[in-house]
T-cell receptor
């Protein structure tokens, strides 16, 4: 069965500190992996994706994520958090065949000034 | 590109009334998805279409919910009769044939009183 786990409902980090939002997955074959961000009262916005190639992918707003096949993880990172990064973050996985995404339950990130 | 367009942005209706939510996907995208988001259940896939054909409607909660996609540029999600527990934000998303990412609409916030 395909699934995505975001083990932390809430992450708090001080402004200027590095942040990590965790994601692990279970999918058959080589997955496509995605991160989306949702600001209050808005739809989900695409941040970055891993399809193939370099395990470290860079996305919007200075975010990056590392695909780790052995640990089946795709953690989202940023070297220096901003207060404006406070939002809800969703990890998603899609099997290479078919076009249905499986979303995690979301992690609420709060960056403290 | 105007992105995925949903209407209305907000809908308040009385219990028992029919509600119709509308979505216009991005031109050239061949898959369309309807999601529901609540605090309790998070992001739930209701139904998705591929080339205007419903592929998986297992997420549709009850027979009160129905979705159509009469052509490649329009889809509706109908609730009849509506109930207070249907109150949620409903998102539409579309994706291209490459399956390299969804684009979400801004959502419709439905309140059933």
């Amino acid at each position: 069965a395909q699934s995505v786990a975001q083990p932390e409902d809430q992450v708090n980090v001080a402004e200027g500190n590095p942040l990590t939002v965790k994601c692990t997955y279970s999918v058959s074959g080589n997955p496509y992996l995605f991160w989306y961000v949702q600001y209050p009262n808005r739809g989900l916005q695409f941040l970055l994706k891993y399809i193939t190639g370099d395990n470290l992918v860079k996305g919007s707003y200075g975010f990056e994520a590392e695909f780790n096949k052995s640990q089946t993880s795709f953690h989202l990172k940023k070297p220096s958090a901003l207060v404006s990064d406070s939002a809800l973050y969703f990890c998603a996985v899609s099997p290479p065949t078919g076009n249905q995404f499986y979303f995690g339950t979301g992690t609420s990130l709060t960056v403290i000034p | 590109d105007a992105g995925v367009i949903q209407s209305p942005r907000h809908e308040v209706t009385e219990m028992g009334q029919e509600v119709t939510l509308r979505c216009k996907p991005i031109s050239g995208h061949n898959s369309l998805f309807w999601y529901r988001q609540t605090m309790m259940r998070g992001l739930e896939l209701l139904i998705y279409f591929n080339n205007n054909v419903p592929i998986d409607d297992s997420g549709m909660p009850e027979d009160r919910f129905s979705a159509k996609m009469p052509n490649a540029s329009f889809s509706t999600l109908k609730i009849q009769p509506s109930e207070p527990r249907d109150s949620a934000v409903y998102f539409c998303a579309s994706s291209p044939p490459s399956n390299h990412g969804y684009t979400f609409g801004s959502g419709t916030r439905l309140t059933v009183v």
